[in-house]
């Protein structure tokens, strides 16, 4: 099992930033890809990022490159999205997820489906 608990979320203004948070504990992360889904009001859940928990290879969404890093700290097993350039847009609830690297990178990062474990999220809201 694996647990994640998602943390750092807030208002801010458009054009500020956040740091998201994501405590992992349980079994080993060694074989596993951390990722950031959000989902806004009325919307389908959609991937924002992800890392490799081994070797910290990193994706993103279209939407976000350039705007936002994901990043881990093995020590801590904590994995970090720092947000930055915010819009109103990115406004939605921020899941981290966590599911095996060999499936994910064979059937894609965005697949909600492959993963295994969810956090209970946490809320940005970026006001214009």
């Known amino acids: 099992q694996v647990q994640l608990v998602e943390s750092g979320g807030g208002l801010v203004q458009a054009g500020g930033s956040l740091r998201l948070s994501c405590a992992a504990s349980?079994?080993?992360?060694?074989?596993?890809?951390i990722s950031w889904f959000r989902q806004a009001p009325g919307k389908e859940r959609e991937f924002v990022a992800a890392i490799t928990w081994s070797g910290g290879s990193t994706y993103y969404a279209d939407s976000v490159k350039g705007r936002f890093t994901i990043s881990r700290d093995n020590a801590k097993n904590t994995v970090y999205l720092q947000m930055n350039s915010l819009k109103p847009e990115d406004t939605a609830v921020y899941y981290c997820?966590?599911?095996?690297?060999?499936?994910?990178?064979?059937?894609?990062?965005?697949?909600?489906?492959?993963?295994?474990?969810w956090g209970q999220g946490t809320q940005v809201t970026v006001s214009s």
């Open positions: 349980g079994r080993t992360l060694s074989n596993y890809a």
């Open positions: 997820a966590a599911g095996n690297k060999i499936l994910l990178q064979a059937t894609g990062w965005e697949y909600k489906n492959v993963y295994k474990y």
